[in-house]
């Protein structure tokens, strides 16, 4: 007789805080940005500009980011020597959050914005996302821009972010991917949801996440390369429904890929 696959119950469904409780443990070590003062072209003509000390972070925007500031927590990895991953978990305004990628090499950057939207949309995540390309001032670009790529697709990782945390990812098309959790709080669940994938630089993604059945997204910085590393960060509404940020980390262990010989996903 054949077992059958039944989908996890409702009220067995983890929430955004059960599963995120640990899943830092093996992310890459913070730095400080203290001192540092970076201004940010973005591509379509908005700035952001961040001037940091030990703790904080002051900042202003124009255009499609923001059109005022404020001072908020930081949170900074260098994810390569020249490639800095800086998140904003927001405490200036509720549901929000701000993440910037750049290169002190390259002068390149790439910007994410997250929002929580105040009422839940059936059959749309409710965490939204926005992407930006920008370039910092720093010195003069080289080298592509950040763009969206297609490039995972096809590609299948195992994630460990801690003993208790063990993830894996199938990147299906350059819209969605499927995730199943073989360790951890969330083990048997599994699902399919939005996802965007851009390249920063050679084996450097930005892969992000919105999820349908629980209010949360993500924004990670995959290094594909010799260091097979992903840092990333969360934004949800936890099990009493209040907004929280969260981060996350920890090694990439590719598993494989296929390539379509004929029609391609979108």
Request: net charge negative.
């Amino acid at each position: 007789m054949t077992e059958q696959i039944t989908d996890p119950a409702q009220d067995e469904w983890r929430t955004y805080d059960d599963f995120a409780a640990g899943i830092d443990t093996y992310r890459l070590p913070n730095i400080s940005l203290a001192g540092l003062r970076i201004a940010l072209a973005l591509e379509d003509g908005g700035t952001l500009s961040l001037a940091f000390d030990e703790d904080a972070v002051s900042w202003s925007a124009s255009g499609a980011v923001d059109e005022t500031g404020a001072t908020d927590p930081y949170d900074a990895v260098a994810v390569r020597e020249e490639v800095v991953f800086v998140h904003l978990p927001l405490t200036s305004r509720e549901r929000e959050a701000i993440t910037v990628v750049y290169s002190a090499s390259t002068h390149r950057a790439l910007v994410t914005v997250s929002h929580i939207d105040e009422v839940e949309t059936e059959g749309v995540p409710r965490v939204s996302q926005r992407f930006f390309a920008a370039t910092t001032d720093g010195g003069t670009p080289s080298g592509e821009a950040p763009a969206p790529s297609r490039d995972l697709i096809g590609k299948r990782n195992i994630y460990r972010y801690s003993p208790q945390h063990l993830y894996e990812h199938v990147y299906v098309s350059s819209q969605r991917y499927a995730w199943q959790c073989l360790e951890g709080v969330q083990r048997g669940h599994g699902d399919m949801d939005l996802s965007t994938v851009w390249k920063f630089a050679d084996g450097l993604y930005l892969f992000c996440f919105r999820e349908f059945r629980i209010a949360v997204a993500s924004v990670w910085l995959h290094d594909l390369g010799y260091q097979l590393m992903t840092t990333g960060v969360f934004l949800g509404l936890n099990g009493e429904g209040a907004a929280e940020h969260s981060r996350g980390g920890g090694h990439i262990y590719p598993l494989g890929s296929v390539s379509y010989p004929d029609a391609q996903p979108v």
